[in-house]
C-alpha cells in the first residue's frame, strides 16, 4: 500500500541541495527529505529535552528532587543477578556470569 503524498513549496536552493543528497545517497528525493524532516524532529527533541535538564539543574531545590527519585529507583536494579559483562556478548562467559546465580 503506498502512503499519501502531497506536495510542499520549497526554494530553488533547497531543490537543488535535496537533488544533490539524493544523487549521493541513490535515494529517491521524498527519502531524502523524509529523513531530513525526522533528523529535524529529532533535534528539536533532544534540544528540548536538554533546555528542560539545564532548567532543572538550575533549581536547586528541583534538581535534589530529582537526584532523590533517581535514588529511591536505582534500588530497582538490585534483582539479585551478577552485573552483565558486556565484553562477553557472543562467549560461553556470558552465559557463566547470566547462570551463576
Known amino acids: 500500500m503506498t502512503?499519501?503524498?502531497t506536495t510542499?513549496?520549497?526554494t530553488?536552493?533547497?531543490h537543488q541541495q535535496l537533488t544533490e543528497l539524493a544523487r549521493q545517497s541513490g535515494k529517491s528525493l521524498q527519502v531524502v527529505a523524509a529523513e531530513a524532516v525526522e533528523r529535524h524532529r529529532r533535534a528539536v527533541f533532544l534540544d528540548g529535552l536538554s533546555a528542560?535538564?539545564?532548567a532543572l539543574r538550575?533549581?536547586?531545590a528541583a534538581w535534589a528532587d530529582y537526584q532523590e527519585e533517581?535514588?529511591?529507583w536505582d534500588v530497582t536494579l538490585g534483582d539479585g543477578l551478577p552485573a552483565w559483562?558486556?565484553?562477553a556478548v557472543g562467549t560461553t562467559r556470558a552465559a557463566t556470569n547470566r547462570d551463576a546465580s
Open 3 to 5: 502512503e499519501a503524498s
Open 52 to 54: 528542560d535538564f539545564a
Open 70 to 72: 533517581l535514588a529511591a
Open 8 to 10: 510542499i513549496r520549497v
Open 12 to 14: 530553488r536552493q533547497t
Open 58 to 60: 538550575a533549581d536547586p
Open 85 to 87: 559483562d558486556e565484553s
